[in-house]
């Protein structure tokens, strides 16, 4: 097997992403940590992307300078992951943590992200980030507000009270927060996927600024792998996804809030997709919607599965959970 590089980050890269509503170039970079710590999320495989212990302060101080040396130039988003919780101090011990924020470039970046689970959602950790940082946004993967669902079907490990408590905790130390939902994870039909979305962003409008919609893709070496391969799970339609944005931007109570989305494995079997046709067309429109917010980007796309995905949603209800192709 090849040698895991400890010095060198699992992803660094540039595109396009928004603030207060305006494109701004972005870049982001997944960290090489001992992975997440929790790793039983039916959907994830993250943490095989992990490095075995012990990781050194200097390995993870190289990954961040090898990130950095391949930023544009120009004002920059940037987007700060690790395949678990930046604030974790089993993955990033805290004066780590805060070494890596000082070397970043602070006269470029208009606003840097960090993804984390909420419980590493502290007073410390959040306050010394907002030091450095003026902009500085917590992004939280909480997939759907429905705590049976997010237990359920994802096994995450926390609650929607738990996700309300680190916004408190982010709002008071000066940050703000980012949402990740999840569209479609398993044992859901379509439609109660497109439900499960619509009622999460709707509770969600006191809590963040921007939602970010990730489509279920199905990873190797998880539950969800063995569920597809058995025929128990269809990942979601990208009509679907068109249809939850174009309802939340149509909505005037999300005036504030960005809904943004970045199809990953589009028109593949293991990804979300339409018919062979669309997938690429409704994946940029997608894409071009998350930049420029403008309704009519997704509702400028047709084509003829478009009517099967609709009666999709009428006929799962009698199918009794067997997704329908
Ligand atoms: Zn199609």
């Known amino acids: 097997m090849k040698a895991i590089p400890r010095d060198k980050p699992v992803y660094v890269g540039t595109g396009t992403d928004i603030i207060d509503f305006e494109p701004i170039k972005a870049v982001t970079i997944i960290l090489r940590t001992t992975g997440c710590h929790w790793r039983r999320c039916k959907m994830c495989n993250y943490y095989l992307e992990q490095a075995p212990p012990p990781l050194s302060e200097e390995d993870l101080i190289s990954q961040i300078d090898h990130a950095i040396s391949k930023f544009p130039e120009g004002d920059l988003i940037v987007k700060i992951f690790t395949s678990g919780s930046f604030f974790d101090e089993r993955e990033i011990p805290r004066g780590v943590q805060e070494s890596i924020l000082r070397r970043l470039p602070r006269d470029q970046i208009r606003k840097l992200i960090i993804e984390t689970r909420p419980e590493f959602v502290t007073r410390s950790a959040i306050s010394t980030a907002v030091e450095i940082f003026d902009s500085f946004e917590v992004a939280i993967g909480l997939e759907t507000t429905n705590d049976e669902i997010r237990s359920r079907c994802i096994e995450k490990g926390f609650s929607f009270e738990d996700f309300k408590r680190a916004v408190e905790v ?11 939902l999840l569209l479609k994870p398993p044992y859901l039909t379509e439609r109660e996927a497109i439900d499960d979305m619509l009622r999460s962003a709707r509770d969600l409008i006191p809590y963040t600024r921007t939602i970010s919609l990730n489509l279920t893709t ?14 128990y799970y269809r990942p979601p339609w990208l009509w679907s996804a068109v249809e939850v944005m174009r309802r939340i931007r149509e909505d005037p109570r999300f005036d504030d809030i960005a809904i943004i989305s970045d199809p990953i494995g589009a028109g593949k079997p293991w990804g979300p997709h339409n018919c062979k046709r669309c997938d690429n067309r409704v994946k940029d429109a997608i894409r071009r919607f998350s930049i420029t917010q403008d309704v009519r980007d997704l509702t400028a ?8 995905w609709e009666v999709v949603l009428q006929l799962e209800r009698f199918t009794f959970g067997v997704p329908l192709p």
């Open 301 to 308: 796309i047709e084509c003829r599965c478009k009517k099967l």
């Open 218 to 231: 199905v990873r190797k070496n998880t539950p969800l792998h063995s569920l597809w391969k058995e025929g």
């Open 170 to 180: 982010a709002r008071a130390c000066g940050a703000g927060v980012r949402t990740y």
